[in-house]
């Protein structure tokens, strides 16, 4: 009997340590994704460009560590993307902001 109720113990401490550890205080739903966001440029300002799609406007925000490409894949500098030009954003997707990682100017070759 008292192994059997030392089993339980046991077992009910590691249903409490395993929801503990796993319910981090960050639901599935409030977990920012990977996105990839193509869209037409309407304005850049500093490290942020603000893209069209589908009449939802998206903000895109690079760092220094975003990669900027033209549509053959060469380094080109944020500046060099305009209003007008397409674009494609990939990064971490929070609501309509994407901290981009990789933007790629298909307008530029």
Same mark, same amino acid.
Not at 2 to 10: D, M, N
Not at 71 to 95: C, E, F, Q
């Given at each position: 009997?008292? &192994?059997?109720?030392?089993?339980? &113990? ?5 249903? +409490?340590? #395993?929801?503990?550890?796993? #319910?981090? $205080? ?12 193509? $869209?037409?440029?309407?304005?850049? %300002?500093?490290?942020?460009? !603000?893209?069209?799609? !589908? #009449? ?6 690079? %760092? ?6 033209? !549509?053959? *894949? ?5 500046? *060099? +993307?305009?209003? $007008? *030009? ?7 997707? %929070? $609501?309509q902001t994407i901290a981009a990682t990789i933007i790629k100017d298909r307008s530029l070759k």
């Amino acid at each position: 009997m008292k &192994s059997r109720q030392a089993l339980l &113990s046991s077992l009910a401490m590691l249903v +409490i340590a #395993g929801t503990v550890a796993t #319910g981090s $205080g960050a639901s599935a739903k409030n977990l920012a994704k990977t996105a990839h966001i193509t $869209g037409v440029v309407q304005s850049v %300002s500093g490290t942020t460009i !603000k893209i069209s799609k !589908k #009449g939802k406007l998206y903000t895109v925000n690079a %760092s220094l560590e975003t990669k900027v490409e033209n !549509k053959k *894949d060469a380094k080109i500098k944020l500046n *060099d +993307i305009k209003a $007008g *030009d397409h674009v494609k954003a990939t990064g971490t997707l %929070s $609501g309509q902001t994407i901290a981009a990682t990789i933007i790629k100017d298909r307008s530029l070759k």
